[in-house]
């Protein structure tokens, strides 16, 4: 499936979030207990998952653990958001791929494609607007 990690998380008491329910095997280096606290630098998705929106991949996220994927999606009790399911997708391969790409290519872009779809671009947008490219980070 590719997921690298799969896990609930809430706020607690502290406007902290903190691991709920960690899916890896708890001989896992990277287990998780509950109770245990979400690195900060996910917390701005996670906070929009808490705020009831879907939290879906559109670029490559770069964190201590490696380049990945995130989905994020709130947990409702009733009407009530409880907390976020988090899914992180090892993007490791696709991010190498995009950089080799980019290096290779990116000079090209306004020459060859508008030629190559001159419908599409008669305009000369760049390669991202018509969807070849995702907006990924370097």
């Excluded at 590719?2 to 899916?23: P, R, S």
């Excluded at 994020?72 to 991010?95: M, N, S, T």
Aim: glycine content about 8%; aromatic content about 16%; some cysteine.
């Amino acid at each position: 499936t590719g997921v690298m990690y799969l896990y609930t998380a809430k706020m607690n008491d502290d406007g902290e979030f903190v691991y709920v329910v960690d899916c890896l095997d708890p001989v896992d280096a990277d287990f998780r207990y509950p109770g245990d606290p979400i690195e900060r630098e996910i917390y701005p998705d996670m906070q929009r998952a808490l705020n009831g929106e879907r939290v879906l991949p559109d670029k490559i996220k770069k964190t201590d653990w490696g380049k990945i994927f995130i989905t994020y999606l709130p947990i409702y009790e009733g009407e009530e958001i409880i907390g976020v399911v988090g899914i992180e997708f090892r993007a490791d391969h696709q991010y190498q791929v995009y950089q080799n790409l980019r290096r290779r290519y990116s000079s090209c872009y306004s020459v060859w494609l508008p030629a190559w779809c001159p419908g599409i671009c008669s305009a000369g947008y760049p390669i991202h607007f018509i969807g070849i490219c995702p907006t990924w980070t370097t």
